[in-house]
């Protein structure tokens, strides 16, 4: 595969695309039509050019990647003269696969990697390490579909073929539908003011979700209306189901259901990785883990810190996305830290 890429959408995914390129060697040209992200992307070292119009960006590119919001890919990819590859990352299909003109290698691509923060500031080479790429077969060809596959494959990724229809209904369930539960458990919890002073763990676990640009997100939603809403009236349904259940004080159907929801959870791939910590009783410690998160760029989950029984110090478990571990603990004994 050749080794030159235009990156069209410099924030958050644009830039992890061109910092784990540029880790394997590519050369890496970007555009955005923000020149406030553009400012905010000039100093992490992602892009050996920043361009001035999506035009000469393009311009002897050997892969193009639309990565702005859904709403520009149809746009761009219509007034796109190239023979480079071209994929687009959003997380919606409907409105870009076979909706208009397009460049005649053309293949439509979706990083299930994200972070709830957004910008170039929160970009990292690791993101989408052990994370799904999604690789849409329609219209596509055969030698097109292998060089997006193996593109994904540099990045760290594991490139899953699939219809754009069979897409927009994945999403609808594992991505969006999350979101909406997020925003409506917020909702929910503002009416009563009592308990959310007492929300710990498992309320920020399934909340953290709700802090994501609102922007972005409303555009997703509603570009994915129809495979969205039959998910959601069928969740309501479900609900009902449990209402009706704890109502009527049925323990042995609320006990078959969590436990059922139990071992297929555990049968899933786990959602974070420990990495452990063990910090001297000594000033500067923690000063320590942070110039590691800052050069590691790692998606911090949650974090915990046990203190030793006795004082001299104590163990700091921090959570991250399973692929970037390695990432993190290779910071960390930078620093100087002891893994525990």
């Not at 009236?233 to 109502?247: F, G, I, K, Q, S």
Request: net charge negative.
């Amino acid at each position: 595969m050749s080794n030159r890429v235009a990156v069209l959408g410099t924030g958050l995914i644009g830039t992890s695309v061109a910092l784990g390129l540029a880790d394997a060697g590519w050369t890496c040209v970007g555009w955005d039509p923000d020149p406030t992200v553009l400012e905010a992307v000039d100093g992490r070292g992602a892009f050996d050019e920043l361009r001035e119009s999506p035009d000469a960006a393009v311009a002897d590119a050997d892969v193009v990647i639309l990565a702005g919001p859904p709403s520009s890919v149809p746009g761009l990819l219509a007034g796109l003269t190239t023979d480079a590859l071209v994929t687009d990352v959003a997380g919606v299909k409907a409105g870009i696969v076979g909706a208009g003109p397009a460049p005649a290698h053309f293949v439509s691509g979706h990083p299930m990697a994200g972070r709830e923060v957004s910008g170039p500031a929160a970009a990292s080479a690791s993101l989408f390490r052990g994370a799904a790429w999604i690789v849409i077969t329609d219209d596509a060809a055969d030698e097109d579909l292998a060089r997006l596959e193996n593109l994904a494959r540099v990045l760290g990724a594991e490139p899953i073929r699939m219809t754009a229809a069979e897409h927009d209904d994945a999403v609808a369930v594992i991505s969006h539908l999350p979101q909406v539960l997020a925003a409506a458990l917020v909702g929910e919890a503002t009416e009563h003011p009592a308990g959310v002073g007492l929300a710990s763990g498992s309320f920020r676990d399934l909340t953290r979700v709700a802090a994501s640009n609102p922007d972005l997100w409303a555009e997703l939603l509603i570009r994915n209306g129809a495979p969205l809403a039959a998910v959601l009236e069928a969740y309501a349904a479900r609900l009902h189901r449990w209402a009706d259940a704890v109502r009527s004080g049925e323990s042995e159907t609320v006990n078959r259901s969590l436990r059922t929801a139990s071992e297929v959870r555990r049968g899933m791939a786990p959602p974070v990785v420990a990495v452990a910590v063990a910090l001297a009783d000594q000033p500067g410690e923690l000063a320590k883990v942070g110039h590691a998160l800052e050069r590691s760029s790692v998606d911090v989950r949650d974090l915990q810190l046990r203190h030793a029984t006795y004082g001299g110090g104590g163990i700091l478990t921090l959570s991250v996305r399973p692929g970037e571990a390695e990432t993190l603990r290779t910071a960390l004994l930078a620093e100087g830290l002891l893994l525990g």
